[in-house]
């Protein structure tokens, strides 16, 4: 993995832990949409910094993953059109 693909899990994995609600809630299945979200930015450790970490490391690992998957492509395409000296 590259250096960037590393991080970019760190920050999914501590936005994560930031933006989830890490206390058990009784009746899950009884709260609305609206109230789950009210709750989960009342109980969250740091909700925004939290969303904010998943979106930059979702945005990272994918952008690495395209760059490396473009530079590959490229070096693949390099090796074919090389010529061998006589």
Known sequence: MHLCQVLSV????VGYFLWTIL??????DTIGSEE???????LALNYPLGRFLLYV?????????????????KVRIN?????PFK
């Open 23 to 28: 206390i058990p809630i009784q009746d899950f």
């Open 57 to 73: 490391g979702f945005f990272g690992f994918v952008s690495s993953t395209i760059y490396l998957i473009i530079v590959k492509i």
């Open 79 to 83: 090796k074919r059109k090389r010529v």
């Open 36 to 42: 789950l979200l009210r709750v989960q930015k009342e």
């Open 10 to 13: 760190i920050a999914i994995v």
